[in-house]
């Protein structure tokens, strides 16, 4: 079992690398089930793993000029102060137990677990349907796309202070569908504010959590050649299999994680 959790923890970079998106959504999933970290621990480890791994990533795709600084900036000027505030706030005031339905014991454990599988679900079946747009949209429309990226901000700010998620699930949807960025560009601009999210709510947890720093650097270590595989492969893979093939595997890992959750409360 230690070996696959350390080989799922290569693709959790590879996710990253090739999509813009994605390795939280194996992160927080390998660290449950594969290393038998809480759900909650694991998302805090998740945000520093997916942190870390993102700003290599997003430092390799700068390189290539596939990283839009000013849309990455707008998103991460609500998005960090939203996750951040989250997770240092919000997050320690939650309960253990929340609440019954019957005699089932709904647990923030598995509340978290499940809304973070819902989430995968909606964002996948918005990739897989999506048609393609017309590039620049944002340069068509300054203004309402600053508003729209803005609100999205925060949305993505809580989704990744609550859940752990680094938001490139959603964060990748908004980039290709509301502002009809290119593929390649929006997985580049995607892992920085990833990144940026990530490691902001990362440090949001300090003081909460006793951390495993050994454990933390080791998988990140490992991610991180990941990252770089991804990107690799992504130079040879045409831009909409991406997106479509991204809304079949986060669908897969949504479906999966409800059910296992739902056989949880039995």
């Known amino acids: 079992m230690e070996i696959t959790a350390y080989i799922a923890s290569v693709f959790i970079g ?57 849309t990455a900036l707008l998103f991460g000027s609500t998005s960090i102060t939203t996750v951040f ?15 019954r339905i019957g005699e089932l014991r709904i647990t923030e454990p598995i509340l978290t677990m499940i809304l973070f599988a819902a989430l995968m679900v909606a964002a996948s079946i ?3 349907r999506s048609k393609e747009r017309k590039p620049g949209c944002f340069e068509c429309d300054l203004i309402g796309n600053m508003i729209r990226m803005l609100l999205s901000g925060v949305g993505i700010g809580l989704t990744t202070g609550i859940l752990g998620a ?12 509301v502002l009809g960025m290119p593929m390649k560009e929006a997985v580049g601009t995607s892992l920085l504010v990833i990144a940026l999210n990530s490691l902001i709510g990362f440090a949001g ?12 650097i080791k998988i990140t270590a490992i991610s991180m050649t990941g990252v770089l595989i ?6 040879r893979i045409n831009a909409t299999y991406l997106k479509k ?22």
């Open 14 to 70: 590879v996710s990253l690398g090739l999509i813009g998106g994605g390795g939280s959504i194996l992160t927080v999933p390998v660290l449950v089930y594969l290393f038998g970290i809480s759900p909650i621990l694991s998302t805090s480890y998740s945000l520093f793993i997916v942190g870390s791994t993102s700003l290599v990533g997003a430092y390799n795709n700068y390189r290539k000029g596939s990283v839009k600084i000013k």
């Open 85 to 99: 505030l989250t997770r240092k706030l919000l997050i320690p005031m939650i309960p253990g137990d929340l609440f």
């Open 126 to 128: 918005g990739m897989i």
């Open 166 to 177: 680094g938001g490139g699930f959603l964060l990748i949807p908004t980039l290709v569908l």
């Open 205 to 216: 947890d300090m003081g909460h959590f006793i951390i495993d720093w050994i454990f933390l």
């Open 230 to 235: 991804g990107g690799a492969v992504a130079k």
């Open 245 to 266: 093939g991204f809304g079949w595997f986060v669908l897969v890992m949504g479906i999966y994680i409800i059910s296992t959750e739902l056989l949880h409360l039995k």
